[in-house]
């Protein structure tokens, strides 16, 4: 497999996290990838290969070559056909709200077809991946056009929403919303407004998908086997209410999730 990340340009980083290409031969694993909610909206290419998913209620769809999606609150689980070829752009809660130009509450837990939402640009843009041999042309090539497609001089009326952002992810989901609000010189109800029309969930669920996150990353660095030292840090009162918001994430109970590989899933969320 081959596996390749960028940081994008300074200008892109406040709201791109990163642009990552993976290229799996057809003998490797790629059926049944689990994809929990990570807090990132994003633009993907499969310019090599077919992939689909399946939602939480074994609904399959097939997934157009270029497609945008929306944050989720749900898992999917993702399938590929033969060899794959994949970019993927990982957007900061905002990003995709400043890519479209428009709200995004509407794309929420959504797969669209990029050309059908920005437009026959992106079917140029496509087109040139899949015509070009180097991995590392492909990934410049998209980012060029991110830099295109973003209006720098149009984000000023956002900077409330995105230092909401920035507490948020500091904090790891775990700072009050009225906090939050009075930190970000808003109300809680224009805060909860703009906040959904920018990243697409209310900032309480959003603060949610964080915090269950926040454990994939304790997991890494202390091991699975400080579990009650992991959940409280990570602001659970017990571990029943952790273990309500991970099958509410996943499906599953932490103990089977953890039995299975998946090797995906890294990939989609970022990290």
Not at 193 to 209: D, E, M, T
Request: aromatic share 14%; proline share 3%.
């Amino acid at each position: 497999m081959i596996y390749k990340v960028i940081e994008p340009n300074d200008a892109l980083k406040p709201y791109v996290h990163s642009i990552q290409l993976t290229d799996m031969n057809k003998g490797e694993r790629l059926n049944n990838q689990k994809i929990v909610p990570y807090g990132y909206s994003g633009l993907f290419f499969t310019y090599k290969g077919s992939c689909s998913k399946t939602d939480n209620i074994c609904r399959k769809f097939s997934l157009p070559r270029s497609f945008i999606a929306g944050l989720t609150d749900q898992s999917v689980t993702f399938n590929g056909e033969g060899s794959i070829g994949t970019i993927a752009v990982n957007f900061y809660p905002t990003g995709l709200y400043h890519f479209l130009k428009s709200s995004v509450s509407e794309i929420t837990n959504a797969t669209l077809n990029s050309s059908d939402v920005v437009g026959p640009e992106m079917d140029r843009l496509f087109d040139q991946i899949t015509n070009t041999k180097d991995d590392n042309e492909k990934l410049n090539l998209v980012e060029k056009f991110l830099l295109y497609r973003f209006d720098f001089d149009g984000l000023l009326h956002t900077k409330s929403i995105e230092t909401a952002q920035k507490l948020l992810m500091a904090s790891n989901g775990q700072i009050k919303i009225h906090q939050l609000a009075q930190q970000s010189c808003m109300s809680i109800s224009s805060l909860e407004r703009h906040f959904h029309q920018q990243v697409g969930l209310l900032p309480k669920s959003y603060a949610n998908i964080l915090r269950f996150n926040h454990v994939f990353k304790l997991i890494k660095h202390y091991g699975s086997n400080k579990w009650q030292d992991i959940i409280y840090k990570c602001g659970y009162y017990d571990q029943a209410s952790f273990i309500r918001d991970f099958s509410r994430y996943t499906g599953e109970t932490p103990r089977r999730f953890f039995l299975s590989e998946f090797r995906v899933s890294d990939f989609f969320s970022g990290k």
